[in-house]
């Protein structure tokens, strides 16, 4: 299986990224984004791209892969809401757009998040921009789409988020998450379980399209 990570910098994607060079059945795995990951691996090959909304001069490089795991993502927080939508909605569909076209048999995962709002009618803007996402993702015309989300994610391994307040939130909590884990085993989440979910639909599939915490648990294994 050859798979494209993108956003593999942050918090989510390193996690992901890690799952797919530990996996035997990936044999290369590909980052696209607007810095290198730092990851030396004789599956990996990076490819550093600063406009994430076009890929024209990229095509010969994002042919011939199985799978797509789409884990580039902002907070909503102090964020203009046009600009928030713009990388959002913007980014994940002009990349899925270029994919479709050149990988038509790859499975596309996008990490979006519990509580996004399909009906793209709610009172919340971050879950409406996560829904309007979602669901021009899922008419794509790919093998198979499929949308994950998680809630809590507890970051295992080294990875780090790339945000400040994420940064101070698992500071802070840090010693409550495995207590977290436990209680609550169908709502907190570990990067290694988001990752071995992905490579679970990507190899197998899945009945369901949209996948909530405990859906990715399953896949993860447990």
Request: with cysteine; charged share 20%.
């Amino acid at each position: 299986m050859k798979v494209l990570v993108f956003g593999a910098t942050g918090m989510i994607g390193q996690g992901v990224l890690r799952e797919c060079l530990l996996d035997p059945r990936v044999e290369a795995v590909q980052t696209v984004g607007r810095s290198p990951t730092g990851v030396q691996h004789p599956k990996l090959h990076e490819v550093v791209h600063r406009d994430l909304w076009h890929y024209d001069a990229l095509a010969g490089e994002l042919a011939g892969f199985d799978a797509c795991f789409f884990c580039l993502g902002v907070s909503s927080g102090g964020m203009d809401a046009a600009e928030y939508e713009r990388v959002t909605y913007g980014i994940a569909v002009a990349a899925a757009e270029a994919l479709s076209t050149l990988n038509p048999r790859m499975t596309f995962v996008y990490v979006s998040g519990a509580g996004t709002d399909s009906s793209e009618r709610g009172k919340i803007r971050w879950a409406r921009v996560k829904g309007r996402t979602e669901n021009v993702l899922l008419r794509m015309p790919f093998a198979a789409a499929y949308m994950f989300r998680p809630g809590i994610i507890v970051p295992l391994h080294g990875a780090t988020s790339k945000t400040k307040v994420y940064r101070a939130f698992y500071a802070a909590l840090g010693p409550l998450l495995p207590l977290l884990r436990r209680a609550f085993p169908n709502q907190v989440l570990t990067t290694e379980q988001v990752g071995r979910a992905m490579l679970a639909v990507a190899a197998r599939g899945s009945a369901k399209r949209v996948l909530e915490a405990r859906d990715i648990r399953a896949l993860a294994g447990g």
